[in-house]
């Protein structure tokens, strides 16, 4: 049984990887804001990486995290989305987006297991950052609602994506795979960090 | 066989032969206005998720409760579509945006509101999408048509939407751990963050 989720999830990465974009029309109106919504969290690799290792580390976490974590993040990550939109500024917003990356596949990678309140404040600061770089997008979009419905619809898949990943730990090997999957976030965290600092082109 | 096959390419070719153009386009047609109406609401995404929303919450709050909306909805989009002229093209962009945000965090809350207040909700928001759908109707519009044919895709919506989420959620164990409750949940989560997103939006314009 175990085999089979694994040989699906291997094949599913597989394609996704091999997916290109299709650069077919310029879309304007409804179809557009959808589209540029659906694909903003999902061509951003640090987001896309972010948001699944959170989904990943709340399935690790247990109830009550991997439920309120769908409920709540979407929520606090609009938040952050009305800061975007008002044009008021973060700190570092691309370093945080990308420490995100490195913290939350750290905390996959360990199986870090905090109160669950520290870990809700952890992911709901990186939350908001996240939704700071979607919603500063949102004003320019083709239509901002079927921007901002794409958006949160995309982001909120990942999460599921990230809890289905998540629920390998019922495996021993999973859990390993699960493991090595937080590592490989955390480098890619290292890596967007390491650009942002100026460190490497 | 190969008589069957014959027969069945003849009986093909006479049907392809026999079909004439399709008069499709019923706007043009004499209950235009009518379809004019039921699809309206269709082309506005604000229509589309207010009203699912509307009908997930009712559905999420059960049946003896949700019925309600089933004469309240569609009466409210007639109230709405009658006061259109009124308040003419006025936005409503932040009203919008702040029903989605109240409708969905109730329903991230799985909050159990009472009857009264649902229908409050509920025809607040038929009015105010019925006044907007009538504010950009033109003198030629038969509005006794439009009317029938908005207050029948209100009721066919929320109906639908409400038997649809009843369904979903009937489960054997109505826990507030079970995944179809939490599914609801989180799908009140995503609508409240849009809500919000738009009433910043709002706010900023």
Redesign the interface.
């Known amino acids: 049984m175990s085999w089979r989720i694994l040989r699906a999830l291997s094949t599913a990465t597989a394609i996704f990887l091999l997916t290109q974009p299709a650069l077919a029309h310029d879309q304007a109106g409804?179809p557009g804001g959808l589209l540029s919504g659906l694909l903003h969290p999902v061509t951003g690799v640090d987001h896309l990486i972010a948001m699944v290792a959170v989904g990943i580390w709340g399935a690790q976490l247990g109830?009550p995290a991997i439920?309120v974590l769908?409920?709540?993040?979407?929520?606090v990550?609009?938040?952050g989305?009305?800061l975007g939109?008002?044009?008021i500024p973060l700190p570092m917003p691309e370093m945080v987006i990308a420490m995100s990356a490195l913290v939350l596949g750290l905390a996959v990678a360990s199986r870090l297991r905090l109160p669950f309140s520290a870990a809700a404040a952890i992911v709901g600061v990186f939350a908001v950052f996240h939704g700071h770089a979607h919603?500063a997008e949102?004003?320019g979009s083709a239509?901002?609602?079927?921007y901002?419905?794409g958006f949160?619809?995309a982001t909120?898949l990942l999460h599921l994506c990230g809890i289905g990943i998540g629920s390998l730990t019922r495996w021993p090997a999973g859990e390993r795979v699960i493991q090595a999957l937080g590592a490989g976030i955390a480098g890619l965290g290292c890596y967007f960090l390491a650009q942002g600092l100026g460190a490497i082109a | 066989m190969t008589s069957k096959f014959g027969h069945l390419w003849i009986l093909a070719a006479a049907l392809f032969v026999q079909t004439s153009a399709a008069e499709a386009h019923i706007v043009a047609a004499r209950l235009g206005d009518f379809y004019a109406g039921a699809l309206h609401p269709l082309t506005d995404?604000?229509d589309i998720?207010l009203w699912t929303a509307t009908g997930v919450l009712a559905g999420a709050l059960g049946a003896p409760k949700g019925r309600w909306l089933i004469p309240v909805f569609p009466l409210g989009l007639l109230v709405g579509l009658s006061l259109g002229r009124i308040f003419g093209a006025a936005s409503t962009q932040l009203a919008d945006a702040t029903m989605m945000l109240a409708l969905?965090?109730l329903l991230?809350a799985a909050a159990r509101i009472p009857t009264f207040l649902l229908c409050a909700i509920a025809f607040a928001i038929a009015v105010m999408r019925g006044a907007a759908n009538g504010a950009d109707l033109g003198p030629d519009t038969d509005r006794l048509l439009f009317a029938a044919g908005l207050a029948c895709a209100g009721y066919g919506a929320i109906t639908l939407t409400m038997a649809l989420t009843t369904a979903f959620k009937r489960t054997k164990s109505d826990s507030s751990?079970s995944w179809r409750t939490?599914a609801v949940?989180?799908l009140?989560?995503?609508i409240?963050?849009?809500g919000?997103?738009?009433?910043?939006?709002a706010?900023?314009?």
């Open positions: 409804v109830p439920w769908p409920i709540t993040f979407p929520i990550m609009a938040i989305g009305v939109v008002l044009r919603g949102l004003p239509n901002p609602l079927a901002g419905v949160v619809t909120g | 995404l604000r998720v969905g965090m991230a751990a939490i949940r989180a009140g989560g995503w409240a963050s849009i919000l997103m738009m009433a910043g939006l706010l900023a314009s």
